[in-house]
């Protein structure tokens, strides 16, 4: 590998690599606008110049690579790079004043506030004061679509959005028009951005506040926000995502980027606004017995009378769930070929580099390691109607679940002498088992999934569960007076 300098220290990077990222190992964040991981580079925002010993102009970070090595001298120093020299501080100035000539001073009413990087690097590199004297350009805000909406006063033309509609939704329905101070960023003539099942990241990838979301805009200012690591449970893959909360209620999920996992930048618009979801209203649910409100020790003893003391137990897990929660569910089964999984939902696929499998049932793996068969319900009904099983329990959530599928569950849980579904609401499929009991959703628990491509992915709690929604494993714990014979 080649040797090379920053700021005076030596590293060894592999040739080839962008100067910006060499800088980033050694834990020198470049300032950088048009640069983004996932898109072509096109160096049009100047913010990432840096000194190359020997150039005699400065050099864009996000396009230099790093040259091999020479044959005959393997250890040589082929590159020096200097990040923090009167020029190259002069330089990022310069970019900043410049950029800032038409940028409205909008930042108590920009939803970006907050996580701007004009506002970052204003503070960290900008000059603090402006000798623009003449009046700025304005446009009127614009909707494109039902989704995003675009304010162009604030956009300093880093092309970002329109190349990520152009290389990687692919439908390009952003362009650039015009030219000079004209130039501003659009849609094709009568195009909205509402076919593109993708659109939201836009306002993820818009470095300063001029693409915004509609379904986000002027809801809450991000300093209040809190973000915890999890996964997407609308996807196939479960794609890292951020839950941002606050007061207990999620506000947006955003994808939360993987290092070295270009995959991992993006999040379709259905597993962006599937927040909505995981917020509860109206008071919490209780367990039921026969659809009226019961205690624990009621279901349990229910339940043991028709499974463990006198019959046998079979296990029905949603792929959907976590692993501790398959774990648990699975012990509850009275014999190992008695657990049976369950969820048919599809994803189209889209996107194939980002979306591997069409299988909307993300923890499906997961659930197979833990013993559960999948495509077996028909084997359960027989098995159910003629007696040999007497109770079943089910882990459900009716989102991933087909009307067919509902239909056979329901069936299951009609021939079963005994019946308990665990969900985070109650669904009519729900409320037919003879007792409910509510857990919590993921937002509210910590656990993991195994996705299709054989990779682990954790999620931690972000919200409050209500009082006496619990999670499967402290269900299953607290229903332990069934002894478990696997
Ligand atoms: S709208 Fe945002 S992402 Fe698009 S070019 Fe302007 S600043 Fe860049
Ligand atoms: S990030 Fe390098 S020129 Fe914009």
């Not at 009167?86 to 100035?93: C, L, Q, S, W």
């Not at 793996?365 to 099983?389: C, D, H, P, Y």
Request: aromatic share 8%; glycine share 8%.
């Amino acid at each position: 590998m080649p040797t090379i300098k920053i700021n005076d220290v030596e590293m060894s990077v592999n040739p080839g690599t962008l100067v910006l990222d060499a800088c980033r190992t050694v834990g020198i964040d470049i300032p950088h606008y048009c640069y983004h991981p996932a898109l072509s580079p096109v160096a049009t925002c100047r913010m990432c110049l840096v000194e190359i010993k020997g150039q005699p102009k400065l050099a864009t970070s996000c396009t230099t690579t790093v040259p091999p090595a020479p044959k005959d001298n393997p250890d040589a120093v082929v590159m020096e790079v200097f990040t923090n020299t009167p020029a190259v501080a002069d330089a990022r100035a310069g970019v900043m004043e410049f950029l800032l000539i038409n940028h409205p001073l909008d930042c108590p009413i920009c939803d970006q506030a907050g996580e701007c990087k004009l506002q970052d690097y204003s503070y960290s590199y900008g000059s603090g004061d402006s000798r623009m004297a003449e009046v700025k350009r304005r446009y009127r805000y614009e909707d494109l679509g039902a989704k995003i909406v675009i304010d162009k006063n604030r956009c300093i033309h880093c092309t970002r959005c329109v190349r990520f509609t152009k290389e990687i939704s692919g439908g390009s329905e952003l362009t650039v028009a015009s030219r000079g101070s004209h130039l501003e960023v659009t849609t094709f003539a009568g195009k909205s951005m509402d076919q593109n099942p993708y659109a939201g990241n836009v306002v993820d990838l818009c470095p300063v506040g001029a693409l915004t979301s509609r379904d986000f805009r002027f809801k809450k200012r991000v300093w209040y926000l809190k973000s915890v690591p999890s996964i997407s449970r609308h996807s196939a893959l479960g794609s890292p995502i951020w839950i941002d909360h606050e007061g207990n209620e999620i506000h947006r999920f955003r994808p939360r980027p993987l290092e070295g996992k270009e995959t991992t930048h993006f999040i379709s618009d259905e597993e962006r606004y599937a927040y909505k979801r995981y917020n509860r209203a109206g008071q919490a649910p209780v367990p039921t017995l026969k659809g009226v409100p019961a205690s624990l020790d009621a279901i349990r003893e229910a339940l043991q009378a028709a499974g463990p003391m006198s019959g046998t137990t079979a296990v029905i897990g949603q792929g959907t769930f976590g692993c501790d929660a398959a774990q648990r569910l699975g012990e509850l089964a009275t014999s190992a070929d008695l657990r049976f999984g369950s969820g048919d939902k599809t994803i189209p696929v889209v996107l194939p580099k980002y979306q591997t499998s069409a299988d909307g049932i993300l923890n499906r793996r997961g659930f197979t390691e833990r013993g559960f068969r999948f495509g077996a319900l028909e084997e359960l009904l027989a098995k159910v109607q003629s007696g040999a099983v007497k109770a079943v329990v089910l882990l459900h959530d009716v989102a991933f679940t087909s009307d067919k599928e509902s239909e056979l569950l329901g069936q299951i849980l009609k021939a079963a002498a005994f019946s308990l579904a665990l969900e985070t609401e109650a669904s009519a499929l729900g409320r037919a088992a003879t007792a409910w009991l509510p857990i919590t959703s993921f937002a509210e628990e910590s656990d993991f999934i195994i996705n299709h491509d054989g990779e682990l992915r954790r999620y931690q709690k972000a919200l409050q569960a209500p009082k006496g929604v619990r999670t499967v494993p402290a269900w299953v714990k607290d229903l332990a007076g069934v002894p478990a014979t696997v």
